[in-house]
């Protein structure tokens, strides 16, 4: 799926998964995940946004580093059941 050999596509699974257990666990008006981001997560972040792979996602600037997320996009349930 990811054509540039330094993205961890393994990684983008796993955030996925992540993502998928902890936002079915906050309530709707919270979305708040990884309260303390390291860069890792940032950047891998962004590729999963730049792929459509979550909806709503806010990404702080590297000095705040509480992530909100939306939701994971059919494009991303999609990576997540190939994985499985």
């Not at 992540?18 to 860069?39: C, G, Q, S, T, Y």
């Amino acid at each position: 799926m990811f054509s540039d050999p330094f993205i961890d596509e393994q990684f983008i699974r796993k955030l996925l998964r992540d993502i998928n257990e902890r936002r079915n666990d906050l309530p709707l008006h919270d979305r708040k995940i990884w309260p303390d981001a390291p860069d890792k997560i940032l950047d891998h972040l962004q590729i999963i946004i730049d792929h459509n792979l979550i909806e709503g996602a806010l990404i702080p600037f590297r000095g705040e580093r509480t992530i909100c997320i939306d939701k994971i996009t059919w494009q991303g349930e999609e990576v997540l059941n190939r994985s499985s």
